[in-house]
């Protein structure tokens, strides 16, 4: 429904809303993009797609712009795929590599951000909108080597309370390990290890099998579990974060998302 040189019969669906409505453009627009309405009954969520006169534009009886509140989406990252370039994580390397070294064979972790990777059990109950996957924001970075739970928002609360908070929110994490770990290893995993030349405070570490750890500590820096561990005896073979504060990735396959949950709380 988009050319480059339009035909002039043609006008912008926003346009054709608005006066339908006789409503502004600007909230002709936010109707379009709230998938309220439809051309020849099929919804389209761009309000500079273009409509001829012939063409059927219905706006859905229940359009109401109260329910374009911004969303909050939680991604179960797979390995391989950038998140939060150049921001501190959980076992992460340097941060501040350049833009080249960062983007070289890395694909982003947003490409996975789509209608078909979403979880289709999602209990939220809210509508899939195309205006859902712009202006976010990611504040809970994830080492491209690492997988699991990165948090992206429209909602400037949140991302606030990632922005401020993110030191002071417990993070947890399965560690899959290999090698022979040192005599009391697990002890001084807890308490007792030392990071870039500070001591680090208690942390709850415990195996979950013969080959994973599970840490659950705050503060974490850049590079620090593969550190802890190799001080150990151990080596990292794969990091994989469940959960961020009160929030958990729970059942999300790796590759797809959910919704922030009203009730759910970082």
Not at 174 to 196: K, M, T, W, Y
């Amino acid at each position: 429904m988009t050319e480059k040189n339009p035909d002039p019969t043609h006008i912008r669906l926003a346009k054709r809303v608005a006066e339908q409505l006789n409503c502004s453009r600007s909230t002709a627009e936010q109707f379009v993009e709230g998938g309220f309405v439809s051309v020849d009954g099929q919804v389209v969520e761009a309000p500079g797609a273009r409509v001829r006169p012939d063409q059927t534009v219905t706006v859905a009886q229940d359009a109401s712009l109260l329910e374009l509140t911004p969303v909050t989406l939680l991604l179960h990252k797979p390995a391989g795929f950038e998140a939060g370039l150049g921001q501190p994580a959980p076992g992460g390397s340097a941060p501040h590599r350049s833009q080249a070294s960062r983007s070289q064979g890395a694909t982003p972790a947003t490409s996975l951000l789509e209608i078909a990777s979403h979880l289709a059990e999602d209990a939220s109950g809210i509508r899939v909108l195309q205006r859902h996957f712009k202006q976010l924001e990611c504040f809970t970075p994830l080492p491209t080597e690492a997988s699991g739970l990165v948090v992206y928002t429209q909602d400037k609360r949140i991302a606030r309370k990632l922005a401020e908070d993110i030191e002071s929110l417990e993070q947890e994490c399965i560690v899959e390990v290999q090698g022979d770990i040192a005599p009391n290893g697990l002890q001084r995993l807890c308490h007792g290890l030392s990071f870039n030349g500070r001591a680090l405070p208690p942390i709850k570490v415990s195996w979950q099998s013969e080959t994973k750890l599970r840490f659950a500590l705050k503060g974490i820096r850049p590079g620090q579990i593969p550190a802890m561990c190799d001080a150990v005896g151990l080596t990292v073979v794969a990091l994989k974060r469940i959960r961020i504060g009160r929030v958990p990735l729970s059942k999300v396959p790796e590759g797809q998302w959910r919704y922030l949950q009203p009730w759910e709380k970082f």
